[in-house]
T-cell receptor, first 115, second 115 residues
Framework: QKEVEQNSGPLSVPEGAIASLNCTYS??????FFWYRQYSGKSPELIMS????GDKEDGRFTAQLNKASQYVSLLIRDSQPSDSATYLC???????????????FGAGTRLAVHP | DGGITQSPKYLFRKEGQNVTLSCEQN?????MYWYRQDPGQGLRLIYY???????QKGDIAEGYSVSREKKESFPLTVTSAQKNPTAFYLC??????????????FGEGSRLTVL
């Protein structure tokens, strides 16, 4: 089982719709979760961080965390063509051999918003 | 301006040569990370460090080496033992919090091509 899993997509939504991106993780003890956006050929940029169960809203973005189900999601409301990018889920995973935690990324979901 | 600087941005190397990618940050972050990204794929962790003079192997450390002699600097050497080094390399840094690694800030990346 991969430590962090995402559907690779592509996820295609019309402009103005809600895009829903999902991520599952293996380490039940993980405590911090992040969503990054990456445009082609560029480095990732942070969109949202979430640490507690429930929803966290920031503008058109809402992150949802359910630790019992080991599931984190990102909703993008009123999707715009400029939102077309790859969205990466990242989870803080405990190091099984001890030592420090490590931040592990999923493979990313490609989102395409069409006019 | 505060940030993370990676150099060089583009690098070409002949097979059998070692190359070193530079990463410097002036954000006073404790943790620094190196990731590798192949076309159409997510980020895979190579090495990470959370204090000076200490670092941990990530999931794909074979063929790579690092050092952390200063808090600001975390260079990555791609050795001739790395069988398929052509990739996009990303350096990142973060504060360490109670929940582990905080939000990662990325450099612009270094694109390595082996001829």
């Amino acid at each position: 089982q991969k430590e962090v899993e995402q559907n690779s997509g592509p996820l295609s939504v019309p402009e103005g719709a809600i895009a829903s991106l999902n991520c599952t993780y293996s380490d039940r003890g993980s405590q911090s979760f992040f969503w990054y956006r990456q445009y082609s050929g560029k480095s990732p940029e942070l969109i949202m961080s979430i640490y507690s169960n429930g929803d966290k809203e920031d503008g058109r973005f809402t992150a949802q965390l359910n630790k019992a189900s080991q599931y984190v999601s990102l909703l993008i409301r009123d999707s715009q063509p400029s939102d077309s990018a790859t969205y990466l889920c990242a989870v803080n995973i405990r190091n099984p051999s001890g030592g420090y935690n490590k931040l592990i990324f999923g493979a990313g979901t490609r989102l395409a918003v069409h006019p | 301006d505060g940030g993370i600087t990676q150099s060089p941005k583009y690098l070409f190397r002949k097979e059998g040569q070692n190359v070193t990618l530079s990463c410097e940050q002036n954000l006073n972050h404790d943790a620094m990370y190196w990731y590798r990204q192949d076309p159409g794929q997510g980020l895979r962790l190579i090495y990470y460090s959370q204090i000076v003079n200490d670092f941990q192997k990530g999931d794909i450390a074979e063929g790579y080496s690092v050092s952390r002699e200063k808090k600001e600097s975390f260079p990555l050497t791609v050795t001739s033992a790395q069988k398929n080094p052509t990739a996009f390399y990303l350096c990142a840094s973060a504060y360490l919090g109670l929940a582990g690694t905080g939000e990662l800030f990325f450099g612009e990346g270094s694109r390595l091509t082996v001829l």
